[in-house]
């Protein structure tokens, strides 16, 4: 496994793995004002290296009722064969972790507690499971930010930025499930695509381990988890989290 140098919301991410703030406000540098595609080669990179460089990049969700465009704030690794964190630990390749196995750049979509979806990123080659968990995201813009609260109808309370602190509470804000598992991310056109944000590099991004994995035993302590620091939109601050630094 690559090693990396150092660097209860209420819901169900309490599981799968608070703050204020509103859209549209925080200190991370916005995306280009021209919409460009992520570069080909963060989506063959193993997952440790492609969840920190996923941070301030644009998820944009399209649906019937408009296009929804948000900033990735904080992400999870689980990635290769040995992480005992992982689906697809030792090589378990189900029809649940089929699409874990498959090139880069596809979405992995999962269930949980039988009602709540996680969002995942695919990366590196072919049979080879790697994956990245997109555990929060900041709307962009108030119109962004006003259809992922009507989509929520309840925010729990009351708070701004509880629309999207957390994985399964995105999926319910940006309208994702189990339909879009597979679904290439890569080309705009689709119902799911990633694009360029603001220069990564810039943020202060801090990594701690992944939230809720007590099953990893060795791999549960792993700094594997990756967020802007202080940025009002992340599910749960680590007192102990340490800088990252590319």
Same mark, same amino acid.
């Given at each position: 496994?690559?090693?990396?140098?150092?660097?209860?919301? =209420?819901?169900?991410?309490?599981?799968?793995?608070?703050?204020?703030?509103?859209?549209?406000?925080?200190?991370?540098?916005?995306?280009?004002?021209?919409?460009?595609?992520?570069?080909?080669?963060?989506? /063959?990179?193993?997952?440790?290296?492609?969840?920190?460089?996923?941070?301030?990049?644009?998820?944009?969700?399209?649906?019937?009722?408009?296009?929804?465009?948000?900033?990735?704030?904080?992400?999870?690794?689980?990635?290769?064969?040995?992480?005992?964190?992982?689906?697809?630990?030792?090589?378990?390749?189900?029809?649940?972790?089929?699409?874990?196995?498959?090139?880069?750049?596809?979405?992995?979509?999962?269930?949980?507690?039988?009602?709540?979806?996680?969002?995942?990123?695919?990366?590196?080659?072919?049979? =080879?499971?790697?994956?990245?968990?997109?555990?929060?995201?900041?709307?962009?813009?108030?119109?962004?930010?006003?259809?992922?609260?009507?989509?929520?109808?309840?925010?729990?309370?009351?708070?701004?930025?509880?629309?999207?602190?957390?994985?399964?509470?995105?999926?319910?804000?940006?309208?994702?499930?189990?339909?879009?598992?597979?679904?290439?991310?890569?080309?705009?056109?689709?119902?799911?695509?990633?694009?360029?944000?603001?220069?990564? /590099?810039?943020?202060?991004?801090?990594?701690?381990?992944?939230?809720?994995?007590?099953?990893?035993?060795?791999?549960?302590?792993?700094?594997?988890?990756?967020?802007?620091?202080?940025?009002?939109?992340?599910?749960?601050? =680590?007192?102990?989290?340490?800088?990252?630094?590319?």
């Amino acid at each position: 496994m690559d090693t990396l140098r150092y660097s209860s919301p =209420d819901g169900p991410e309490d599981h799968e793995r608070a703050g204020s703030g509103t859209a549209a406000n925080s200190s991370a540098p916005h995306a280009p004002a021209s919409p460009q595609a992520l570069s080909p080669e963060l989506y /063959s990179l193993p997952a440790l290296k492609a969840a920190p460089r996923l941070l301030n990049q644009i998820l944009v969700r399209h649906t019937e009722d408009g296009e929804i465009r948000c900033r990735i704030v904080e992400t999870e690794s689980y990635g290769g064969v040995e992480d005992k964190g992982s689906h697809a630990y030792a090589a378990r390749r189900t029809p649940r972790t089929e699409t874990m196995f498959h090139p880069g750049g596809e979405a992995y979509v999962y269930l949980i507690y039988g009602m709540y979806h996680c969002l995942n990123l695919v990366t590196g080659p072919a049979d =080879d499971p790697q994956a990245v968990l997109i555990r929060a995201v900041e709307p962009l813009t108030p119109h962004d930010a006003a259809l992922m609260q009507c989509y929520r109808a309840r925010i729990p309370g009351g708070k701004a930025v509880n629309v999207s602190n957390g994985p399964g509470k995105l999926c319910l804000a940006l309208r994702i499930d189990k339909s879009l598992n597979g679904c290439s991310l890569i080309q705009p056109g689709g119902p799911l695509h990633l694009e360029q944000g603001g220069d990564v /590099s810039s943020l202060n991004i801090v990594q701690a381990p992944r939230i809720n994995i007590p099953y990893a035993e060795e791999y549960a302590e792993e700094p594997w988890r990756f967020y802007i620091q202080d940025h009002p939109y992340v599910s749960i601050r =680590d007192k102990n989290a340490r800088p990252f630094h590319f």
